[in-house]
C-alpha cells in the first residue's frame, strides 16, 4: 500500500504541523452512511467505489469534508461499529485499495476525508476477544477487556448492575473451554460489542498504531465514538438505579460508566500524534455530556478539536429555546477557543424533518409521520438557521434532499441491533439509514443496481437528486445556495458571537458582520422590519419596503 499523506489545500504555502489555519473552524462536514450512499457493485449494499464514484455531487454541494461511518472489517451486528480488524475493510465495502483511492479522489476535488474511529469497543469476533475465550481463565488478554466473576452462590449474577444502552443487562456470562459457565464481560451496547479496558497500556498502545495507519493512509481526521464511554469509575460501582438510559444527559454527571475524568489523558496523548501529521488534522468528540460545558472539556487546546453539539439537536423549533441552546454553546466553548459545531441530523436519530413533523417532547427517535408539509417547511427553516451561526456545522446525508424517516419499515426489514432488545434504545434508527435516491426511476432510484438493503418508499423519485438537481425552490438548491452563501459572505463562518437584536415573540433576529437572519417559528405570519437585501430564503418571501412578513416557519437571511 503506498502511502497517502497529501491533503487539500488549506489557503496557506505552510502546511508545516505547527503552522495552523484551522479549516475545521467553519467546516461544512457531510455525513455519508457508507451503505446507505451508493452502490458500485450492484449488491444492494452501499459500498466504498460506490462513495468515491458519488464525490463530484459532494464537491458540488460545496461540502469541505466527508465523515465515513465505519467500514471496517466487522460481523455487522451493529452496523460496523462491531469492529473485528481497525486495519481492514469489510469485504462488503471493498479492499484498502479502495479506502486509497476513495482518500486520493476525495484530496483531487479538495474534499478532506474523516473516518470513524470505535475505541470504546470492539467485536466479539476481535482476535483479542476471541483468543480471550479460547485461552479461559487467566488469559492475559482478558486483562484488555472487563472480564469479573459474577454475584451469587455460582457466580450466576452479573457483577454490577449496569444497563446496556441497548437494554438489559450490560454484562454476559462468558462459556469456558471446558463448557461450564465462566466470568461476565463488559458490553455497554450489544453482547458481540465488548468494551475495552483502557486502564491496560496494550490497548493505549494499539489505538495509538491504528491512528497512525490511518494518518499514513492519508485520512484528514477522526470522529471518536462513544468518546465520552472510554474510563470507567474506579471498581465499576453499581449505579443503584434502573431506567439508566434515562440518565443519559441530564443534570446528573454520576455515570459511572461515561464521562469520567480520566477520558482526557487519552485524549492529549491522541493530540500529539495528529500534531506530528501536515495538512491540520482532527479530531471530533461523540461526547454525550450532561452539560455543554462539559463537553467543552473534550476539545481543550490540547485535546479534541471539535464536538458534537447533541444539545442543539435536540432543541425543539422553538425560538426561546433555540437562543437558549446557541447562547450556552457559544459561551462554553469560546473559553477552551474551540468552534462550536451544530448538526441536526445522524445516523442515530430520526431526521429533522420528520422530527419536526411531530409535537416537541416526542424525543430523537419518533415512530410517527407528523406532518410531513410542516415538517420539511421547519427542516428548511432549521437548516439556513444552523448554517448562520458561527462555527461547523454538519449535514447528514439526505438531509440536503429534505428526506423524512422512513417510519413504516416492516419489522422483517429492520436491522437496527437495539429493536430486538427489551427496554433499551427505540430501535427506529433504520428508518434515517434507508438507502438515498439519486434518479427518479430504478430498482433503488439509482443507488444500486441491484435493489436496496432497506426497502426504499415509492415516493423517493421525487426527491431524488435527479428530480431536485436545477428545480428551482429544491431542498437540494437551497443548501446549495446557502452553502456558497456561507462561503462567499465574509459576514458568515467561523467565529464565536452572534448579535441578537429585537425581535417578537417567536422570532429570532440574529446579527454578524454585514448579515442578518430572521427566523419565524412560528405558526403564523409576522410583520418585521426588513435590516438590508434579502440574499435567501427558505420559503417565499415578498419584500416590499421598510417592513415584510416573514411567513410561519421560515428563515431569511439579509445582506446589511
Request: proline share 8%.
Amino acid at each position: 500500500m503506498t502511502q497517502h499523506l497529501a491533503a487539500p489545500s488549506t489557503g496557506t504555502s505552510d502546511d508545516t504541523p505547527g503552522h495552523r489555519t484551522g479549516w475545521w473552524q467553519d467546516a461544512v462536514i457531510y455525513q455519508v452512511y457508507p451503505r446507505s450512499f451508493a452502490d458500485g457493485n450492484g449488491d444492494g449494499m452501499g459500498d466504498l467505489a460506490g462513495v468515491t464514484a458519488r464525490l463530484p455531487y459532494l464537491r458540488d454541494l460545496g461540502v469541505d469534508a466527508v465523515w465515513l461511518s465505519p467500514f471496517y472489517a466487522s460481523p455487522q451486528a451493529d452496523a460496523g461499529y462491531d469492529v473485528a480488524d481497525y486495519r481492514a475493510i469489510d469485504p462488503m465495502f471493498g479492499t484498502l485499495l479502495d479506502a486509497d483511492a476513495l482518500i486520493r479522489e476525495a484530496h483531487d476535488l479538495g474534499l478532506r476525508i474523516i473516518v470513524d474511529l470505535v475505541p470504546n469497543h470492539s467485536s466479539d469476533r476481535h482476535e483479542w476477544f476471541k483468543r480471550a475465550l479460547a485461552e479461559g481463565p487467566g488469559s492475559a488478554l482478558r486483562d484488555r477487556y472487563h472480564f469479573r466473576a459474577g454475584k451469587g452462590a455460582d457466580g450466576e449474577l452479573p457483577p454490577n448492575d449496569w444497563e446496556s444502552i441497548f437494554g438489559g443487562p450490560a454484562w454476559t456470562r462468558s462459556t469456558d473451554p471446558d463448557g461450564t459457565p465462566g466470568d461476565w464481560y463488559l458490553h455497554l451496547f450489544a453482547p458481540e460489542q465488548p468494551d475495552f479496558n483502557w486502564e491496560h497500556p496494550a490497548v493505549a498502545d494499539e489505538f495509538r498504531s491504528i491512528l497512525r495507519f490511518w494518518l499514513d493512509m492519508g485520512v484528514d481526521g477522526f470522529r471518536v465514538d462513544v468518546a465520552h464511554g472510554l474510563v470507567k469509575a474506579e471498581g465499576l460501582p453499581d449505579l443503584g438505579t434502573h431506567d439508566q438510559l434515562k440518565l443519559l444527559g441530564s443534570a446528573d454527571d454520576g455515570l459511572p460508566f461515561f464521562d469520567q475524568d480520566g477520558v482526557h489523558a487519552i485524549y492529549r496523548s491522541w493530540r500529539t500524534i495528529l500534531d506530528e501529521y501536515p495538512g491540520e488534522r482532527i479530531a471530533v468528540a461523540e461526547a454525550w455530556t450532561p452539560t455543554v460545558e462539559r463537553t467543552a472539556n473534550y476539545v481543550r487546546p490540547d485535546e479534541m478539536h471539535q464536538a458534537f453539539n447533541f444539545q442543539y439537536l435536540s432543541t425543539a423549533w422553538d425560538a426561546a429555546e433555540l437562543r437558549a441552546v446557541i447562547d450556552s454553546s457559544l459561551d462554553a466553548m469560546r473559553p477552551v477557543g474551540a468552534p462550536t459545531t451544530w448538526v441536526l441530523s445522524n445516523h442515530d436519530v430520526t431526521r429533522h424533518t420528520t422530527r419536526f413533523a411531530n409535537p416537541p417532547g416526542l424525543g430523537t427517535q419518533i415512530r410517527t409521520p407528523g406532518d410531513p408539509v410542516l415538517g420539511l417547511r421547519r427542516a428548511r427553516a432549521a437548516t439556513l438557521l444552523m448554517l448562520a451561526l458561527p462555527g461547523s456545522a454538519y449535514v447528514y446525508q439526505g438531509e440536503e434532499l429534505g428526506l423524512p424517516d422512513v417510519t413504516d419499515l416492516p419489522d422483517e426489514a429492520r436491522q437496527d441491533p437495539s429493536y430486538f432488545r427489551a427496554d433499551g434504545q427505540d430501535g427506529f434508527r433504520d428508518g434515517c439509514r434507508v438507502p438515498i435516491p439519486w434518479t427518479r426511476e430504478g430498482s433503488s432510484y439509482g443507488f444500486g443496481s441491484g435493489g436496496s438493503w432497506l426497502p426504499q418508499p415509492d415516493s423517493w423519485g421525487a426527491l431524488s437528486v435527479e428530480a431536485q438537481t436545477g428545480t428551482e425552490g429544491s431542498t437540494l438548491e437551497l443548501y446549495r445556495a446557502a452553502i456558497a452563501a456561507r462561503r462567499e459572505h465574509p459576514g458568515l463562518g467561523g467565529g464565536t458571537d452572534v448579535e441578537w437584536l429585537d425581535a417578537p415573540d417567536g422570532v429570532l433576529v440574529l446579527g454578524r458582520p454585514g448579515f442578518v437572519c430572521t427566523v419565524n417559528t412560528t405558526g403564523a405570519p409576522v410583520r418585521i422590519a426588513a435590516p438590508g437585501t434579502l440574499l435567501l430564503a427558505s420559503g417565499p418571501v415578498a419584500a416590499d419596503g421598510d417592513t415584510f412578513e416573514l411567513p410561519a416557519d421560515t428563515t431569511v437571511w439579509w445582506t446589511v
